[in-house]
Antibody, heavy 123, light 110 residues
């Protein structure tokens, strides 16, 4: 079945970097856009970034633009989120989510979600 | 900056009907925003319920339905059950590769 498994979370000091991974299985990874969505403790969901199915298009929320980079390796069925210059307000559970539409990524919805990985930014 | 608005909480009786809405701080929601809805219980990942305004995701019971009501997107739960007690989030596609979540609505079935 379709599965997404995030990894790479942990505790990191402000200003440092962390890279999250999302391993995909059960579907043709290279045919779907992929997203990162986060949720701060006790708060709502916040969209973070999207990457097109071929990796040629990437967009970010204003809150992470210039600090975070989304990427993918279609040969490894893996999505990444490189997070630099981390701040306390980046503390959250980070979910990867599969886009809904085949070979589409704009105007898309989120389909399948991973279980999330916790990132804590603290000194 | 446009904010996506949701009423923070609702209470519905078992078997009852409830409608959650999703609006904009400025302007009206239309199908062009491709509204979608997600259910989340504490400690769990979100689950996709509705996309493109009114299309149910695979496996979602037909007592969940989506629509546009007036100037807002709406999620209606008909015949509410105890396990519908969750947080519900709407998302709007704002264009230019940008999605924005509403603040979420907590549904109590009581």
């Amino acid at each position: 079945q379709v599965q997404l498994v995030e990894s790479g979370g942990g505790v990191v000091q402000p200003g440092r970097s962390l890279r999250l991974s999302c391993a995909a299985s059960g579907f043709t990874f290279s045919s779907y856009g992929m997203h990162w969505v986060r949720q701060a403790p006790g708060k709502g969901l916040e969209w973070v970034a999207v990457i097109s199915y071929d990796g040629s298009n990437k967009y970010y929320a204003d809150s992470v633009k210039g600090r975070f980079t989304i990427s993918r390796d279609n040969s490894k069925n893996t999505l990444y989120l490189q997070m630099n210059s981390l701040r306390a307000e980046d503390t959250a559970v980070y979910y990867c989510a599969k886009g809904l539409r085949f070979l589409e990524w704009l105007r898309d919805a989120f389909d399948i979600w991973g279980q999330g990985t916790m990132v804590t930014v603290s000194s | 900056q446009t904010v996506v608005t949701q009423e923070p909480s609702f209470t519905v009786s078992p078997g009852g009907t409830v409608t959650l809405t999703c609006g904009l701080s400025s302007g009206s929601v239309s199908t062009s925003y491709y509204p979608s809805w997600y259910q989340q219980t504490p400690g769990q990942a979100p689950r996709t319920l509705i996309y493109s305004t009114n299309t149910r995701s695979s496996g979602v019971p037909d007592r969940f339905s989506g629509s546009i009501l007036g100037n807002k997107a709406a999620l209606t739960i008909t015949g509410a059950q105890a396990d519908d007690e969750s947080d519900y989030y709407c998302v709007l596609y704002m264009g230019s590769g940008n999605w924005v979540f509403g603040g979420g609505a907590k549904l109590t079935v009581l």
